[in-house]
C-alpha cells in the first residue's frame, strides 16, 4: 500500500491544487486505474513488500 500511494503522490498528486477534495479523490482514482493496467507494477509492489500470495507449502 505504501508502495501505491507512493507513486500516486509523486505522479498524479504532484503539484495538484484541486478546490475541492472529490477533485483528489477523482485523480487519486486514476492514478489507482493506471497502476492497475500495468501488468508488472502491481506484482512489483508486493514482491518490494516481501509477501506472497502463494501460502507456503506444509512440512511434513
Do not use: C, Y
Not at 486505474?33 to 508486493?46: A, G, K, T, V
Amino acid at each position: 500500500m505504501e508502495l501505491l500511494w507512493s507513486t500516486i503522490k509523486a505522479r498524479e498528486l504532484a503539484n495538484l491544487a484541486g478546490d475541492h477534495l472529490a477533485d483528489v479523490a477523482d485523480v487519486t482514482e486514476r492514478g489507482i486505474h493506471r497502476i492497475s493496467r500495468n501488468d508488472q507494477l502491481p506484482w512489483s509492489f508486493l514482491t518490494h513488500t516481501g509477501l506472497t500470495i502463494h501460502p507456503p507449502h506444509p512440512q511434513n
